[in-house]
Every structure is written in C-alpha cells, then in structure tokens.
C-alpha cells in the first residue's frame, strides 16, 4: 500500500504560482509512476500531469496546463511536485496526487489517491 499526502495548496491571484508537494510512503513507495488529477465542483476529475517511476522518466501533460506546469520527484524523498505558474482562475480545483505501478496506468487508473489540496485562483 501507498500513502499520499498533498500539500501546498492554497488561494492566489491569476498570474501566480504555486507549488504543490506530495509525499508517499508505504512499502517500495518510489517504485510507482506519480501523477496529479484536478477537480472543480459538478466537474469530472481531469488529468493534470505524470510522472515515470525511474530517474529522468518521462512526463506526460494536459494540454490545458503544458508550458505552465511542470511535474517533477525527488525520488530520495519520495515527493512528487507540482509546479504551477501563471495561474488562470480555470485552474481552481482539488487537486490530487495520485500513484500506480505503471506510467500509463497513472494518467487513467490510479491504484491510489491522495486527500487532495484545494487550489483557489482569483481573477
């Protein structure tokens, strides 16, 4: 089993940034792909960004977010982030870590989620 835990999120203005963090432990923990969802309210949880389980793995995007966002992990620590600049009021969500044990499996069907953390962005 994998736990995760986000933080990081909070309110700011349209044009802003944010980092969010999430931190993963459970057993071989660092040997999962890591991702991060996002949800508004009456809204569908929507893909964000992914991460591979090795040094250097790929990422993958939403179109909605590429040239703003960047996913990265520090495998050390076993954190995943979430670089988030030039905020647009759509970016206002739940967003949520989330781990599987493949790459593919991670933008789809996630085996595990975490709480979530709200991000706000005003106009």
């Known amino acids: 089993q994998v736990q995760l835990v986000e933080s990081g999120g909070g309110l700011v203005q349209a044009g802003g940034s944010l980092r969010l963090s999430c931190a993963a432990s459970?057993?071989?923990?660092?040997?999962?792909?890591m991702g991060w969802f996002r949800q508004a309210p009456g809204k569908e949880r929507e893909f964000v960004a992914a991460?591979?389980?090795?040094?250097?793995?790929?990422?993958t995007y939403a179109d909605s977010v590429k040239g703003r966002f960047t996913i990265s992990r520090d495998n050390a620590k076993n954190t995943v982030f979430l670089q988030m600049n030039s905020l647009k009021p759509e970016d206002t969500a739940v967003y949520y870590c989330?781990?599987?044990?493949?790459?593919?499996?991670?933008?789809?069907?996630?085996?595990?989620w975490g709480q979530g953390t709200q991000v706000t962005v005003s106009s």
């Open positions: 459970g057993r071989a923990s660092f040997n999962y792909a």
């Open positions: 991460k591979g389980t090795w040094s250097g793995g790929a990422t």
């Open positions: 989330a781990a599987a044990t493949s790459t593919v499996g991670v933008t789809t069907t996630p085996q595990y």
